[in-house]
């Protein structure tokens, strides 16, 4: 029995294809994808993502308790900033990828992903058990809606009396947004700039209804998630069960950066991490896939050098930015520079060259 | 509820056949519920002209961004013509499914059997969504 968010009964009224994702029931689109997708690039787009977790950390060693429990240097983190980081299990795999927002010296909001989240508050309560830290799953009582593209800030300007000048990327603040108490964020996952909105259930409706009144005359749409799965295969960005997995380390999917040596204390999964971090080069690497033709590479196609297997598609979309198909795919070190890269799809064996991520980076 | 038009012939794998009604060539296309079902197509690869398809023959592929699916022959023949535009611009298949989103026509070889009326089409992709 999948889960509804506040919003489907508007995603209904607004005709939107649902699709069960992560066990939740959710807009796949609204009309046409690729119309959404571009909408977030010119203007901007409005999603829900209400199936996301929100797990609090509270009390007098919440920091310390996240600097255990997670790879990133929650400590040094600035009241209303916000971090993306990894939760990872003792051999260093990847459990989930989150975005830590602090909300004051003792409160932080873990974001965590849908399918993940239940996990990530167990492993959160059990890691600070020994800290003067409380962990609380919030995540049924939050609604999530993101406006995201260059004429967000715009839209979302007419709706509330927050700073938004003044709010930083990767920041985040509480405001009155449409009368509604919210969470306001600066973060996003389309590689535009963007808000995410948190609020109580009983407020999403509302505030769906404000924002797509406000962003009527500005281009804003409805936006699902087949443009929010391009939006952010474009800028890059890792998607768990894709490029992530608790088979992977931050270092295998190029984010060893996220990993924080350099704090104080042990925190789970160091000595697995520090033994990656030393062995070097990875023996494959996480790349970007530029095909040359117009079949698109998928999750779990073959990548092929000389007929061999040299690696595996995590993500493939057609791109609208570059007018090609693009993925991303974890490939052997050893076949990185060598011309004659493919992807087997479905039997076909279609050139593909590798290229820096991201695919697409908004001009400022 | 997308359009079933009543003089084409459809098969349960959501195409559409043509032109039927003269037995000799018909236009082969998929539906506009199967257009809405796959959402924006961005690919499609149709058969080359002069090939000999057998009814149910998996002979081209259709993309779109979410998924990929095979175009099947719907009859037994010849291919004798494909359609360059639907291959340049894939979205044809969104925006004009029964017109300029045609695939290929085939000079039918033996009388196809199995093919459903509008009415039943309709039926099947009513009880499917």
């Known amino acids: 029995m999948s889960r509804s968010t506040p919003l489907r009964g508007v995603h209904e009224s607004l005709g939107a294809t649902l699709t069960d994702f992560a066990g939740w029931q959710m807009p796949l689109r609204y009309g046409s994808e690729s119309a959404e997708h571009n909408a977030v690039r010119t203007a901007a787009g409005l999603f829900d993502l209400s199936h996301m977790g929100e797990i609090f950390v509270t009390g007098p060693q919440a920091a310390e308790a996240l600097d255990y429990a997670l790879v990133g240097h929650l400590s040094a983190l600035a009241d209303g900033r916000a971090r993306y980081t990894m939760i990872v299990n003792d051999e260093g795999g990847i459990l989930d990828d989150l975005i830590v927002y602090r909300l004051g010296d003792e409160e932080f909001m873990v974001v965590a992903n849908a399918s993940n989240y239940e996990l990530v508050a167990r492993e959160l309560t059990a890691r600070a058990d020994a800290y003067d830290a409380r962990v609380e799953d919030r995540s049924g009582e939050y609604a999530l809606v993101a406006v995201q593209g260059p004429r967000a800030a715009e839209i979302l300007r007419t709706l509330t009396d927050a700073d938004l000048d003044g709010l930083k990327y990767y920041a985040v603040l509480s405001a009155e947004v449409a009368g509604a108490r919210a969470l306001v964020a600066r973060t996003g996952y389309t590689g535009e700039d963007g808000f995410e909105l948190f609020v109580g259930n009983d407020d999403a409706v509302p505030l769906w209804n404000a924002l797509s009144a406000a962003g009527a005359g500005l281009g804003l749409v409805p936006a699902g998630l087949s443009a929010r799965d391009t939006l952010r295969l474009e800028a890059g960005m890792p998607l768990y069960g894709n490029e992530l997995s608790a088979r992977t380390t931050p270092f295998d999917a190029g984010l060893g950066r996220v990993v924080r040596f350099d704090k104080p204390g042990d925190f789970v999964g160091r000595a697995a991490l520090a033994k990656a971090a030393e062995a070097g080069e990875p023996a494959r690497r996480l790349v970007g896939l530029v095909a040359r033709g117009r079949r698109v590479p998928r999750h779990g196609y073959p990548v092929t050098l000389d007929g061999a297997v040299v690696g595996e598609i995590t993500s493939g979309a057609p791109s609208q930015s570059l007018g090609k198909p693009v993925a991303m795919a974890y490939v052997s070190t050893g076949a990185l520079d060598a011309a004659g890269l493919a992807v087997d799809i479905r039997g076909s064996h279609e050139p593909v060259d590798i290229v820096d991520l991201p695919f697409y980076r908004r001009t400022k | ?129």
Do not use: C
Request: proline share 5%.
């Open chain 2, 1 to 129: 509820m997308s359009s079933i038009p009543d003089e084409l012939s459809y098969t349960k794998e959501h195409e559409w056949i043509g032109g039927l009604d003269d037995g000799l060539t018909v236009t082969v296309g998929v539906t506009a519920y199967a257009a809405e079902q796959l959402g924006d197509v961005v690919f499609v690869q149709v058969p080359e002209i002069g090939a000999t398809v057998a009814a149910g023959d998996a002979v081209g592929e259709v993309e779109s961004t979410k998924s990929v699916s095979d175009i099947f022959a719907p009859v037994s023949g010849e291919v004798v013509a494909t359609n360059p535009s639907v291959v340049d611009d894939p979205s044809l298949i969104n925006s004009d499914p029964y017109g300029d989103g045609w695939l290929f026509q085939v000079r039918i070889s033996e009388e196809p059997d199995d093919l459903l009326s509008a009415a039943e089409y309709a039926a099947l992709t009513s009880a499917a969504s």
